[in-house]
């Protein structure tokens, strides 16, 4: 259940003659976290003297990669307009999916 409330982040490629997506990849903020982020040591100046301090910095080009974020059932809703979309038919695509209308309409 932890893993359904985690935020998620997506990432689509699509073809670079047309909108078809080729690719799809969904990653937890957990593993976001550590594809996006990198440790920078900055000086700090305090009143006394100053120091470096290792802080946490977003790559923004990684960043600018994924969207999100998203809940789980949004990710599962963005995969299923996008696969309407290519005309694909949901049922026989995804016979065992849990959610059979994703859309919740």
């Given at each position: 259940?932890?893993?359904?409330?985690?935020w998620?982040?997506?990432?689509?490629?699509?073809?670079?003659?047309?909108?078809?997506?080729?690719?799809?990849?969904?990653?937890?903020?957990?593993?976001?976290?550590?594809?996006?982020?990198?440790?920078?040591?900055?000086?700090?100046?305090?009143?006394?003297?100053?120091?470096?301090?290792?802080?946490?910095?977003?790559?923004?080009?990684?960043?600018?990669?994924?969207?999100?974020?998203?809940?789980?059932?949004?990710?599962?809703?963005?995969?299923?307009?996008?696969?309407?979309?290519?005309g694909?038919?949901?049922?026989?695509?995804?016979?065992?999916?849990?959610?059979?209308?994703?859309?919740?309409?």
């Amino acid at each position: 259940m932890g893993i359904l409330s985690e935020w998620q982040f997506v990432r689509v490629e699509k073809a670079a003659d047309d909108s078809t997506p080729i690719s799809f990849t969904s990653i937890g903020e957990h593993y976001w976290r550590q594809q996006v982020t990198k440790e920078e040591e900055l000086r700090v100046a305090f009143p006394v003297q100053d120091k470096k301090i290792i802080f946490e910095m977003m790559d923004k080009e990684q960043r600018k990669a994924y969207e999100g974020p998203f809940r789980f059932i949004n990710v599962a809703q963005r995969i299923a307009k996008l696969l309407r979309n290519c005309g694909e038919n949901l049922a026989d695509l995804l016979p065992h999916r849990l959610l059979t209308d994703p859309s919740g309409s």
